[in-house]
């Protein structure tokens, strides 16, 4: 299968994007969304999804560490229906536990201060969730 997949790290105020290259093999920091509700989130997917040639979408799922529901859990995964019903592409939620801590350590292995760090930790931590799927035995 080919065709790139996105992938969401959704949060209260930002949601980091992150795309796969075309053969699925890549997984890249692409942007962060202020979020400013859930119409324009979803115009900005649809967006993305037109212009990058996406064909699936994961949304990163923040479980707690023993792996039950938080209320942040919830949150995600309404806004995860949203995008899911509001758009043709494939929806596949992805376990999201530790993704913005390993992004943080991330950056600070490629050296970026604490202000840049705060600017791309949703990106990467998108990209991290892109990785660990692309890296799956679900990814097709």
Known sequence: MSGRILAIDYGHKRIGIALSDPLRIFAKP???LENQGMDTFLSEIKQICEAERVTK????MPYAIAGH??????????AMEFIQNGQ????????ERYSSADAEEELKKMGKSWQEARKLVDAMAAA??????????DAE
Do not use: C, H, M
């Open 128 to 137: 991290l969730i892109l990785r660990n799927y692309l890296q799956s035995e």
């Open 57 to 60: 979408i994961i949304f990163g």
């Open 30 to 32: 692409f942007k962060t």
């Open 88 to 95: 043709a592409l494939p929806v596949i939620p992805w376990d």
């Open 69 to 78: 529901d938080t209320p942040k859990t919830l949150e995600t995964r309404k």
